[in-house]
């Protein structure tokens, strides 16, 4: 498959918990990028982390990357119930020309 | 403009028709991007423009499909004799050369095909 895989495919949480969401690939990247949908429209871009990161902070996002092990988590903090939406990882691939989106992770955040 | 611009939002066509789908992209951006996107799937890659470089069309599915790129700015993705199977959310996306923020996507065209 050309697509990553995120994991799990739906998480429902309460508003205020903390939503992990992961993602593995299966090649060399230059970068991995998290974004967010909403009903399914257009992709919002959250965050970007480096293949020489291992973690990077954006207000109550954490992600990390272990490129030894192609895998990658986000992590929502304090979650909201605007929170709730489609999440997807893209790989950015050395040699590649577009970004490979994985299959996404449907969260709920109840109220 | 401020974003990506994508036109129809919603369309209906009666299978076999042709259909073209309009992009235009954040304004100096020079690269730009088709993908789809099925019922509850993830994104499929269609179609890449750089500049003035030949455009990778390694994405599309069959020779139905085509894009062009006007002036480095407007893309225009047509599909001729629609099918079933080609009912999907087409979503447009440009970067800078950086790519340090990403993709902007637009808020994609519905295409249904009845």
């Known amino acids: 498959s050309q697509q990553g895989e995120e994991d799990p495919q739906a998480l429902s949480i309460q508003e205020g918990e903390n939503a992990t969401m992961n993602c593995s690939y299966k090649?060399?990247?230059?970068?991995l990028q998290w974004y967010r949908q909403n009903s399914g429209r257009g992709l919002v871009h959250l965050i970007l982390?480096?293949?020489?990161?291992r973690e990077k902070h954006s207000g109550r996002l954490r992600v990390t990357l272990d490129t030894s092990k192609k895998s990658s988590s986000l992590l929502i903090t304090a979650s909201r119930a605007a929170d709730t939406a489609s999440y997807f990882c893209?790989?950015?691939?050395?040699?590649?020309?577009?970004?490979?989106f994985g299959t996404g992770t449907r969260l709920t955040v109840i109220p | 403009g401020a974003g990506v611009s994508q036109s129809p939002s919603n369309k209906v066509t009666e299978k076999g028709k042709d259909v073209e789908l309009r992009c235009d992209p954040i304004?100096?951006?020079?690269?730009l991007y088709w993908y789809r996107q099925s019922l509850g799937q993830g994104l499929e890659f269609l179609i890449y423009?750089?500049?003035?470089?030949?455009?990778?069309k390694s994405g599309l599915p069959s020779d139905r499909f085509s894009a062009e790129r006007t002036g480095g700015s407007v893309s225009t993705l047509t599909i001729q004799r629609t099918q079933q199977e080609d009912s999907a959310v087409y979503l447009c996306?440009?970067?800078?050369?950086?790519?340090?923020?990403?993709?902007?996507f637009g808020s994609g065209t519905r295409l249904t095909v009845v």
């Open positions: 996306a440009s970067s800078s050369m950086t790519q340090a923020g990403g993709y902007t």
């Open positions: 090649t060399s990247i230059n970068n």
């Open positions: 982390i480096r293949s020489n990161e």
């Open positions: 893209a790989t950015d691939r050395t040699g590649a020309n577009n970004l490979f």
């Open positions: 304004s100096g951006h020079t690269a």
């Open positions: 423009f750089q500049g003035n470089s030949a455009p990778d």
